[in-house]
């Protein structure tokens, strides 16, 4: 685990506290030792100060992010901020930062945030583990009692609707509504597993538990690869529409 701390206090408190939980720690004093650290070795997470010499917090994540987009990869980073002022969460979460803590840190708020950022990482491997989205016709139609004509009718009125969901998913990320994407993702996630339960499925249930987190920093992403998986979805069901 990377800490970037520039107080010597706080550097030998998160330091104890991590490796009573048998963390391997790597501590650097600024957010500019924080990025190159990071770019070049891999940490399960990244505690990160706000406020440091030479490069805050903020500006160092920025640099961490920018060097994912171009190769690939998502460290989680958790800010450590002792300001605590209106606004700070959201400008935490803007500039690419996974959870917030405040300061004085409590090891209660501390590992609570470690855990829900680490969980968000091992639910996307899990979820990228999946089965690729594979619509059985036999099985399918078995299930809708053997009814070609009920099985034609619910397909045609999904690819007509999961479109529509997907751009009101995207709407409400857009204006920020968490409920309203968890709402959208849980009407897609009911719908999708009427054919399947694979990626598709398994990206909805995602975006929901994101919708309902409250925070919508990764939701767009999820989006993206759930409007991709239900792609393959529809492209699989119109080609059993056309054997019906």
Known sequence: MLVAEDNPTNQALVAALLKQKGH???????????????????????????????????????????????????VP???????????????????????????????EELFAAIDSVVGQQSESAVSASVAPDKIDRDALLEGFGGRADLLKHVVDVFLEDAPATLARVK???????????AAGAHSLKGSVGLF???????????????GKSGDLSQAEAVRAEVEESVSRVTTELRTLLDGL
Not at 53 to 65: N, V
Not at 84 to 102: N, P
């Open 24 to 74: 391997r720690v790597t501590i650097v004093g600024n957010g500019r030792l924080a990025a190159d650290r990071a770019v070049l070795e891999t940490f399960d997470v990244v505690l990160m100060d706000v406020q440091m010499p030479e490069m805050g917090g903020l500006e160092a994540t920025g640099l961490i992010r920018d060097h994912e987009r171009t190769a690939g990869g998502h």
């Open 77 to 107: 980073i958790v800010a450590l901020t002792a300001r605590a002022m209106a606004g700070d969460r959201e400008q935490c979460l803007a500039a690419g930062m996974d959870a917030y803590v405040s300061k004085p840190l409590r090891t």
């Open 171 to 181: 709407q409400a990320i857009e204006a920020g509504n968490g409920a309203e994407v």
């Open 196 to 210: 399947s339960q694979g990626q598709a499925f398994e990206g909805a249930r995602r975006l929901e538990q994101i």
